[in-house]
């Protein structure tokens, strides 16, 4: 049983974002709704436009749109049994699902999969006088929205769920659509909604009782706690509050649960104010003024930061000094915050049993669908568990089964291995999935092969070793290098079979060149040991090209400047398929100096080779423009057309095995592997520099540029063309050289130095 066509009915919001997740991950879908009045297709056509015109994109190349093929449910419906999965996303009430559901069991082949992406509906009831084999092939798939975006995908399987039905949905939902998997019970709201949606609801109970303005609870719930920076009434207002306030009402009618949203929040549903899609909720922009709405007044003020004693000692603490200190906050912050705290822990002690399976499940729901960094499991440990206790005296909340049986921890190490409290007590070990790497569970288990303050390396298995970075969003710092440095020497001299690069920041592989340490030794004239570290950084990368094993890089998330010019050097890449990668140097005065520069050249002029018909000038042309422009790729989809990944490189879908397919990519190398041989090409020279600085006037009177960026391209056209003088073969190392040189020399300008101080300052690009 494979799924190899699926079939999404219903093309609204969540429905065209599933089609859309689909069809990038090279999945044919058809995407079906109503007949419209007018045009039949309407409804599915204007749910595809919207999942184009997304922002974020809902596709991770427009191109994959292709293989959604529209319709409406009364002409095309019969189109749907070429589908081998069908999920339903229509309206949330019981009725039309049903009468979906006994059309499909008509037209669908008997091993096709229904399933329905009902945040709430028990799916007992949706399956009534369903046949026995219909039955068997349906659970529920509740996906988060954006489904592109948000990794969890809660499962739901009914008694009746075939085994064999629940394995396939979950492979495909994992390792084809990249979603972190969490079976669920069939209970109201399931795990994620019942504990997120309850959390607000205490959240705005809280803000009452003490007091607070919206500014005030999301600094208190945002990322000072490991949550989003959209904390609670910006991830309201992206949801937006009609939507809010139906899943509420609709968990407290399904449980009986006193959930009810305050009158003052109602009032703004009814006003039509429900969030960004109406311009306005809880925050509304005007112009460039945010605006928050005052709950006492009824009036937008203009947003505050908030003046909480101590809070910004604390926010650079590590997060579990954050959460135990966010509750010794002065009052009344840190009366809210136990307040909450205490609230929504007894929660979910109280209702995992009738949610979930096990503890694990609870906290990857709420850390993979609400972006928590810890679950509310892994929150109470990094607490102390006697502080939890104190916590629920204080609020004269009994002491829940769950807390009674717990240890120290709710996750210990049991006899060397990983455990955590199972709901039927005592501690059980944590499953493991399959064919995944956890690093924390190589860490536990001693298999450390080399460690440096910035950088770690782990024994794999089967000859395999893996370099972890732990600096500050992966940036090459003085450890890091070190790091690389030992990987390499270890490797070679025990023989093993190859490297992998990589690590489990939740966002990060890696922004590049320690920026503070760069402008550091700039303002103290430390020229010469800044032309030292580029050249040992060009060594380094010419070392993972020239070492006598294969090397394989991982990226995923933000890959940035130096962190692509590693990757670039690698004998393959094995990217996670989110992965914002740039050569993203000019932004802050400077061109890539790592062999970024030259690898573009080298690789765009490859590419031309066996074309000898093709202008050269063309790849000279591609590599400026990609540089230059700082371009960026929204996805791996579009690394791989922008030039950052080769044919050969694989893209992985599921997060959780990026760094085990990595190492197979390793394996399948390394038994016939001999580095790759020198590389030459030919310099165009003069007359392509002529070209190019043609073009960079041309920018420039047009007042698409500035006069400090004219010199930054003027740099960089020197490198791509090999200098000034005639046409003349050149070596990778011949182009380093030059690419270092520009490099210094751009370093040395005020306005490169003013770019680099604005940037560490603001997070931001300088165009001066």
């Known amino acids: 049983m494979r799924i190899r066509k699926i079939g999404v009915v219903g093309a609204g919001t969540m429905g065209s974002g599933i089609a859309a997740l689909a069809a990038s991950a090279g999945v044919p879908a058809v995407l079906l709704d109503v007949p419209g009045e007018q045009e039949r297709n309407e409804p599915a056509r204007k749910g595809l436009e919207r999942a184009l015109k997304a922002k974020p994109a809902a596709f991770m190349d427009p191109a994959r749109a292709a293989l959604v093929e529209i319709g409406n449910t009364e002409d095309d419906f019969d189109q749907l ?155 309201a207002d992206l949801t937006g509050l009609d939507v809010l306030g139906h899943v509420v009402a609709g968990i407290a009618q399904a449980t009986g649960e006193p959930l009810e949203l305050p009158g003052w929040v109602s009032a703004l549903v009814q006003q039509g104010r429900l969030g960004e899609k109406t311009g306005g909720g809880f925050y509304r922009k005007e112009g460039k003024q945010i605006l928050t709405f005052d709950w006492r007044s009824g009036e937008y003020r203009p947003q505050q930061k908030p003046e909480i004693p101590g809070l910004e000692a604390l926010r650079r603490a590590p997060l579990p000094e954050r959460l135990r200190g966010v509750l010794e906050l002065p009052e009344p912050y840190g009366a809210f915050a136990r307040g909450l705290f205490a ?87 944590l499953p493991q999935r399959a064919g995944a790497v956890s690093v924390p569970a190589l860490r536990q288990a001693g298999r450390i092969l080399h460690e ?76 010469v040991l800044l032309e030292q570290t580029v050249r040992a950084f060009q060594a380094m990368t010419m070392s993972l090209r020239q070492a006598p094993f294969p090397v394989v890089v991982a ?109 197979l990519r390793v394996l399948d190398l390394a038994p016939d592997y001999v580095a790759p041989a020198p590389r030459t090409v030919i310099a165009l020279g003069r007359q392509a520099l002529g070209n190019l600085r043609y073009g960079i006037w041309g920018m420039r009177e047009a007042n698409q540029i500035t006069d400090h960026e004219v010199t930054i391209a003027s740099e960089l056209a020197y490198v791509l063309c090999g200098g000034d003088g005639a046409p003349r073969p050149v070596t990778e190392q011949d182009v380093l050289d030059l690419e270092r040189e520009a490099f210094l020399r751009l370093l040395g300008t005020e306005k490169t130095q003013e770019r680099i101080a604005a940037m560490l300052k603001t997070g931001k690009a300088l165009r001066n």
């Open 555 to 663: 990226p995923f998330g933000l890959t940035l400047g130096g962190g692509t010019e590693l990757a670039l050097h690698a004998d393959r890449v094995q990217a996670h398929a989110e992965l914002y990668m740039g050569l993203v140097e000019v932004g802050v005065g400077v061109i890539p100096g790592g062999g970024g520069t030259k690898e573009m050249l080298f690789r765009f002029m490859e590419e031309l080779a066996p074309y000898p018909e093709a202008d050269p000038f063309e790849a000279v042309k591609r590599a400026f423009g990609l540089i230059a422009m700082a371009t960026t790729s929204s996805s791996a989809l579009e690394a791989r057309k922008l030039g950052f990944l080769r044919p050969a490189d694989h893209i992985s879908r599921s997060r959780e095995h990026l760094l085990a397919d990595a190492k």
């Open 81 to 235: 049994a070429g589908c081998d999965w069908v999920v339903e996303v229509i309206i949330e009430k019981p009725e039309p699902k049903q009468q979906l559901f006994a059309r499909l069991e008509q037209v669908l082949r008997a091993d096709a999969i229904v399933t329905t992406n009902t945040s709430g509906i028990p799916m007992r009831l949706l399956t009534q006088d369903r046949g026995e084999r219909f039955r068997r092939r349906f659970l529920g798939t509740h996906f988060f929205n954006p489904p592109r975006y948000l990794h969890l995908l809660e499962l739901i399987p009914t008694p009746d769920t075939a085994p064999e039905v629940l394995q396939e949905v979950t492979r495909f939902g994992e390792r084809i659509l990249g979603k972190g998997i969490v079976l669920a019970k069939d209970a109201p709201g399931f795990i994620a909604n019942r504990i997120g949606v309850y959390g607000i609801v205490e959240a705005l109970r809280q803000l009452q009782e003490h007091g607070l303005t919206l500014d005030e609870v999301d600094v208190l719930t945002g990322e000072l706690v490991g949550r989003p920076k959209s904390a609670t009434f910006r991830t």
């Open 452 to 527: 440096e303050k910035d950088a770690a390396l782990y024994d794999l298995g089967d000859g395999v070793a893996l370099l972890e970075f732990r600096s500050k969003m992966g940036t090459f710092t003085d450890g890091v290098m070190k790091g690389i440095a030992a990987a390499l020497e270890l490797i070679e001299r025990e023989g093993r079979a190859g490297l992998v690069v990589g690590h489990e920041d939740a966002r990060t592989f890696s922004a590049g060149a320690n920026l503070m340490m760069v402008l550091g030794a700039v303002q103290q004239g430390q020229w």
């Open 343 to 429: 609230a929504v822990s007894h929660y979910v002690l109280e209702r995992t049993p009738e949610l979930a399976y096990d503890l694990q499940s609870v906290d990857r729901a709420l850390e993979w669908g609400y972006g928590w960094e810890l679950g509310p499991y892994r929150q109470m440990d990094a607490v102390g568990l006697e502080h939890v206790r104190t916590l629920f005296r204080d609020a004269e909340l009994p002491e829940p089964t769950l807390l009674r049986q717990a240890r120290d921890a709710f996750y210990q190490v049991v006899d060397a291995v990983p455990s955590a409290l199972s709901l039927s007590g005592g501690y059980a070990s």
